[in-house]
């Protein structure tokens, strides 16, 4: 059976860090693509960053180069999303989901399987 099981996300100041978690269970982060993906209230979902393990390739939306790492964790089949120099634009809930693609222009595509989410708040 397929999971995805977000965790770290919470209230965090403007500059500040937060590292988000996602356990995965069912299947091998070797073989599959894993996205994490936020939607803020009144906004359409968006890709964040993208990790391909099978073609060892990583990926990340304009907004948060430079302040956000995606990395994965085959031995524990953990992906973290570790989020330096927060701002309030990315307060929104997170979630991974398994991805049946990747590609270098638009990270991961036609996930399969999504995580219930976790919120993240971007305030002083």
């Known amino acids: 059976q397929v999971q995805l099981v977000e965790s770290g996300g919470g209230l965090v100041q403007p500059g500040g860090s937060l590292r988000l978690s996602c356990v995965a269970s069912g299947f091998s982060l070797r073989l599959w693509p894993i996205g994490w993906f936020r939607q803020a209230p009144g906004k359409e979902r968006e890709g964040v960053a993208c990790i391909s393990n099978d073609v060892g390739s990583t990926w990340y939306t304009d907004a948060v180069k430079g302040r956000f790492t995606i990395s994965g964790d085959n031995d524990k089949n953990t992906v973290y999303l570790q989020m330096n120099n927060v701002k309030s634009d990315d307060s929104a809930i997170y979630y991974c989901?398994?991805?049946?693609?990747?590609?270098?222009?638009?990270?991961?595509?036609?996930?399969?399987?999504w995580g219930q989410g976790t919120q993240v708040t971007v305030s002083s």
């Open positions: 989901a398994r991805a049946t693609g990747y590609s270098d222009l638009a990270g991961c595509y036609s996930s399969d399987f």
